[in-house]
């Protein structure tokens, strides 16, 4: 079974600009979720997509960050226009949505971005 | 405020040894709680998963326990090897939304 798949795996920008990031989930899985994780710290949800439709934005700097997930398959983060602060990895995940309620989640290799 | 606090220290022990790692949570009533392993440039990988009403999960050398009165889990890698060391990282599910809180992890690093 393929992993989650996450592209590019590096990216430098400098700040003020924007940047994209895509995430394909493992086929057949119904949760994607996006987080961020600053070096030393914990992975922080940014938003959470059930199908194609947002279970959970409530973390996600809306006046900057966006996310789409179409047909429910594959999604993009963008975030646009890019803070100092956003340096960080950008962690996308996903998980099956079973009926018992516990679900494992199964995450990509990461986005690691640095803003100048 | 809701807070999850792991070691932030990182933890040092020998070859053989049993490693004990801790989650402690406050204002939270998890459904769940899970443990991932984190190694440097890499997604977290998922280990185990213990609900609310279990005391105690195993797998193979790991074992997880979670009470909820103390709001504490302890996670215990017993006859550990080098290879262990890692980050490891505890999340609390919330029940019903499918929505986990990550703590900050704890470094461990098994010596030879």
């Known amino acids: 079974e393929a992993g989650v798949a996450q592209s590019p795996r590096y990216k430098i920008i400098e700040k003020r600009q924007s940047v994209a990031f895509w995430c394909n989930p493992i086929?057949?899985?119904?949760?994607l979720y996006w987080y961020q994780q600053i070096l030393g710290q914990g992975p922080k949800l940014l938003i959470q997509?059930?199908?194609?439709?947002?279970?959970?934005d409530s973390q996600l700097p809306k006046d900057r960050f966006s996310a789409e997930r179409l047909k429910g398959v594959d999604s993009t983060l963008k975030i646009q226009p890019a803070k100092l602060e956003d340096s960080a990895v950008y962690l996308c995940?996903?998980?099956?949505?079973?009926?018992?309620?516990?679900?494992?989640?199964?995450f990509g290799p990461g986005t690691r971005l640095l803003v100048l | 405020s809701q807070k999850i606090e792991q070691n932030s220290e990182a933890l040092n022990i020998q070859e053989g040894k049993t490693a004990t790692l801790t989650c402690n949570y406050t204002?939270?009533?998890?459904?769940?709680l899970q443990w991932y392993r984190q190694d440097p440039g890499r997604g977290p990988v998922f280990l185990l998963l213990?609900?609310?009403?279990?005391k105690e999960k195993r797998k193979e050398r790991l074992k997880v326990t979670f009470d909820t009165t103390l709001k504490q889990s302890l996670f215990h890698i017993t006859a550990s090897q080098p290879a262990d060391s890692a980050t490891y990282l505890c999340?609390?599910?919330?029940?019903?939304?499918?929505?986990?809180?990550f703590g900050t992890g704890t470094r461990l690093k098994v010596l030879a």
């Open positions: 997509f059930q199908n194609n439709g947002v279970v959970d």
């Open positions: 999340a609390l599910g919330v029940g019903g939304t499918y929505k986990y809180i």
């Open positions: 213990i609900r609310e009403n279990e």
């Open positions: 204002n939270y009533s998890p459904a769940y």
């Open positions: 995940a996903s998980s099956p949505r079973t009926s018992g309620g516990a679900e494992t989640q199964y």
């Open positions: 086929s057949g899985h119904a949760t």
